[in-house]
Every structure is written in structure tokens, then in C-alpha cells.
């Protein structure tokens, strides 16, 4: 998954006309590494959505923005609008992200 380097390219990214779906985490995030165990296999399933990753450190305005308050937390952006926010307490399981993902078709 490819990780967001500059506040240019998140704009770029949110503002786009496709699903985006966005990981805020940090390398020291223990939850956070056991969702990259699963991740790979739910972003193969929802071919249809971008994913990317976001240090919440490396970006704290944008974090604090969007009402981050836990990690791993995955946000869906779409035509510069947040769509939609799993927070962290529940981006636990493969079954509750992939619950949370299929939760979009509708926003496409």
C-alpha cells in the first residue's frame, strides 16, 4: 500500500472522482501492524477502491481535521467529501472492515 508522502498529494487523492480509502496509522501502532496482516487480502476484494496509508504523525493537521482520534482508523474519501470513518475500535477484524467497505457501494 502505498503511503502518502505530502499534504499535495493527499489533496490530490480525496479530491478525486473514485473511492479513496485512507489508513491512519503509525509505525509504533501495534493494532496497526496486525490490520497489515489482513489488509492485503480485503484491498484484493475491493479492486473498485483506492488504498492508501497515512502517518498520522507525519500529518497531524490533516489527522485532527478529519476527527482521527484512534488508530488504525480508514476513511473514505470522495470528490474532496469524507464519506464515511471506521474508527479504530472497530478496524479490528477482517469481518468488520470488509462489513464497513461493502457499506459503500451505495456512494460510488
Request: proline letters at 4%; glycine letters at 2%; aromatic letters at 10%.
Amino acid at each position: 500500500m502505498e503511503r502518502i508522502q505530502t499534504q499535495q498529494q493527499y489533496e490530490e487523492l480525496i479530491n478525486r472522482d473514485k473511492l479513496t480509502v485512507i489508513k491512519y496509522d503509525a509505525n509504533w501502532c501495534p493494532d496497526c501492524k496486525t490490520l497489515d496482516k489482513f489488509l492485503p487480502d480485503i484491498m484484493a476484494k475491493h479492486a473498485d477502491k483506492e488504498f492508501y496509508a497515512m502517518d498520522v504523525e507525519q500529518f497531524e493537521d490533516v489527522t485532527s481535521q478529519n476527527e482521527v482520534r484512534g488508530i488504525p482508523s480508514l476513511l473514505v474519501y470522495k470528490n474532496g467529501e469524507k464519506l464515511a470513518h471506521l474508527h479504530s475500535k472497530y478496524a479490528k477484524t477482517p469481518a468488520e472492515i470488509s462489513e464497513y467497505l461493502e457499506t459503500l457501494e451505495s456512494k460510488k
